[in-house]
């Protein structure tokens, strides 16, 4: 008898989680570059090597930063860069190297990475982190499963992005970050409010308007100038 019951407990939850269905919302980007003026920028062209280091972590699970493979970066990543790099107006030819886990057995990799270095004028390296809380996930899967999925519950994703520039001698020359998260609600009547805040869209959002805005003021402060 406990058994039958059971069973229909757990089919009831399984249908719930079924129906669910989620909206995502977007917060704010900090450390947005606000200028007064904005100001064409007509240095000379320069040859730019962009590398990536897209790095991975749930905090409270994982004990160190992961570095992300090609498989686990963000699918539509490089039509989002190709996007962002026109805000550098004086950008010339370039070069993209996305840094992989299995770099560090590869010397091949390595020595690429160091001849693009010296062949470009300048190096603009962004490493990009995204994380959750384990504590979170478990509590909000708590709270979802004892309402059947009747209670919204959040899951947030953070999102940290740091771009160092280095002249063609390696020396750091500028610093900027910028950082947001998204924020999933998980509930079966958010399947109304899916197809205008789908999760997928407001993740893409974040990294396009990091990008475009580290870009920008790149751009308007001169940083890529050759002496």
Known sequence: MLSKCFIRIAGLLIVFVLISGCAAFRKNLNGQYLPQNYEPNDSKPVKVLFVFSHYQQIKGLDTVQKLSSKYQILKDFNAIFSDARYEIQNLGT???????????????????????????DFTIHTRILK???????VI???????????IP??????YEFETRVYNQDQRLIATYKRDSSVVKW??????????FYPFERMQEEVYLLALHDIYKQI?????????
Request: charged share 20%.
């Open 94 to 120: 370039y070069d993209m190297f996305t840094d992989d886990p299995d770099d560090v057995n590869s010397p091949k990799r390595r020595l690429l990475c160091d001849s693009l270095k010296h062949s470009n």
């Open 131 to 137: 994380s959750n809380s384990f504590a979170q996930y």
């Open 140 to 150: 909000s899967s708590m709270f979802s499963t004892a309402s059947l999925t009747l």
């Open 153 to 158: 519950t959040p899951y947030q994703n953070n």
């Open 186 to 195: 998980v509930q079966p009547l958010m399947i109304l409010l899916y197809p």
């Open 219 to 227: 751009n308007q402060e001169r940083i890529l100038t050759k002496e």
